[in-house]
């Protein structure tokens, strides 16, 4: 059996899932307390590295210290690769010197730079000295790229071939060298100038005779990364056009590295989780390992704007203390038109951002979403007027009352339709992140219409 294999976690059953056993973590816990390291290395050795970081994640700060020290030199570097950023930092002090050291010249020149980039200076100097001198110069190299740039993302570690190679030429070399990535999906072809023309899957080659020319099985699709490229484009570019990999170039066209699918996949994950934590205002990095203080600081910028709107939204009411005063029925019913609207608003929010986000919303198709889904919250609008309209007139026996919850339902949805993809594609026009800055605007817009339209008909019907 294989080292991969060891490490392959079990495929679930019906009844299970991925999630890590109870009875196994409550096995490593004792281990851990009663210090016995042949036990909890016995117990980890066949957990695959992202369940151990998914079990340093999910223990508190005490017991992970422990655990930490006492696995000791088993320590791998996938299992660092695969922490969340804000733990990293921490198990990377408890670690001894000679372990980290050892733990980190096994990983890719990838995985070392996604290691130090967060780090602080101490920390990203004690990593780099352990490496080779290659190795240090690349990973260097790499952290002088833009943050959040294919250079961050790429590793240095390439398989190309001259152009004109054939099938035999291939397998000879990679037989013969001592220096292959431990992973790769494609034979990069390269012209004399060192400029990736072609990539040949590995299938390709090993299917293939041995006299046949490489740029024969070369991919149709073939696409090239500039270093420079921001990372969510490059994930972009994964996803769109079906990539295993890709080559990376400098600004003279050469190939300096390669960019491969996990790594990708990795970037639209975040991505992912960054816009749905933004969305709620939660920040972008929250993480369940944060501390109360950390957590604390994270959310409060985000209160404060909400605190902000409602009060907003508090004086629109202000305006029509009259009308409230003469009709209590009003307030009981107009925190239902506000929340109808924002939920409204929140759903065309979501939507537009994650169509944003994909690139599936442009200039070309914009006017038709919107329409849509001002007409979406148009006949939702209807269909609720119609029951709050007969609730308003059983509950409090005025039908004027009815038809004006109504009437304002109707409007507020509508303008939440409206609200919820129109400010979105409004934000991005100006440079600001959607999913950052939409969620207050639009729930603003929802309650400050919903307020306006109910309580301003109800002053002109009612009274």
Request: net charge negative; aromatic share 6%.
């Amino acid at each position: 059996m294989t080292e991969t294999d060891q490490l392959t976690p079990p495929i679930p059953s019906d009844d299970e899932d991925y999630s890590l056993d109870a009875k196994n973590v409550s096995a490593i816990l004792f281990a851990v307390e009663t210090g016995n390291r042949d036990q909890l290395v016995d117990l980890l050795e066949d957990m695959h590295a992202a369940d151990i970081a998914d079990l340093l994640e999910q223990v508190n700060a005490y017991d992970r210290r422990r655990l930490i020290q006492l696995y000791d030199r088993e320590f791998d570097g996938e299992i660092l690769s695969e922490l969340e950023e804000s733990l990293r930092e921490d198990v990377i002090s408890v670690l001894r010197p000679e372990t980290l050291a050892e733990a980190v010249r096994d990983m890719e020149s990838d995985d070392v730079v996604d290691l130090v980039e967060d780090l602080d200076d101490a920390q990203q100097e004690a990593i780099l000295e352990v490496l080779e001198d290659a190795d240090r110069v690349a990973v260097e190299q790499a952290l002088s790229y833009p943050e959040f740039s294919a250079g961050r993302l790429m590793q240095r570690e390439t398989v190309w071939a001259p152009e004109h190679w054939t099938v035999g030429d291939a397998i000879d070399y990679m037989r013969n060298s001592e220096e292959l990535p431990e992973q790769f999906y494609h034979v990069i072809l390269v012209d004399p100038r060192m400029r990736p023309v072609a990539n040949v899957t590995l299938g390709k080659i090993m299917g293939s005779p041995r006299e046949a020319p490489l740029k024969n099985l070369s991919e149709e699709m073939f696409q090239v990364i500039p270093v420079a490229q921001d990372e969510g484009e490059v994930a972009y570019a994964f996803n769109q056009y079906h990539l295993i990999s890709a080559p990376v170039v400098d600004e003279d066209e050469r190939l300096i590295g390669v960019i491969t699918i996990d790594d990708a996949m990795a970037v639209l994950d975040e991505e992912h989780e960054e816009d749905i934590l933004r969305l709620a205002g939660v920040g972008d990095e929250s993480s369940l390992s944060d501390s109360v203080m950390e957590t604390t600081k994270q959310r409060i910028p985000w209160l404060a704007v909400n605190l902000v709107t409602s009060i907003l939204a508090s004086l629109v009411i202000a305006q029509f203390e009259e009308t409230l005063a003469q009709f209590v029925a009003l307030a009981i019913l107009m925190p239902i038109v506000a929340s109808m609207g924002g939920n409204a608003g929140t759903q065309s929010l979501t939507v537009a951002v994650r169509a944003l986000a994909t690139k599936d919303l442009t200039s070309s198709n914009l006017w038709r979403v919107v329409s849509r889904e001002a007409l979406v919250g148009l006949f939702n609008g209807i269909v609720f007027a119609i029951v709050m309209g007969i609730v308003g007139v059983i509950w409090f026996g005025t039908p004027m009352l009815g038809v004006v919850i109504a009437v304002a339902m109707v409007i507020n949805l509508v303008v939440a339709g409206l609200a919820g993809t129109g400010i979105p594609v409004l934000l991005e026009k100006i440079g600001v992140d959607p999913a950052l800055a939409s969620g207050a605007f639009v729930t603003t817009v929802t309650d400050v219409v919903g307020f306006f339209a109910f309580l301003a008909l109800a002053g002109a019907v009612l009274l």
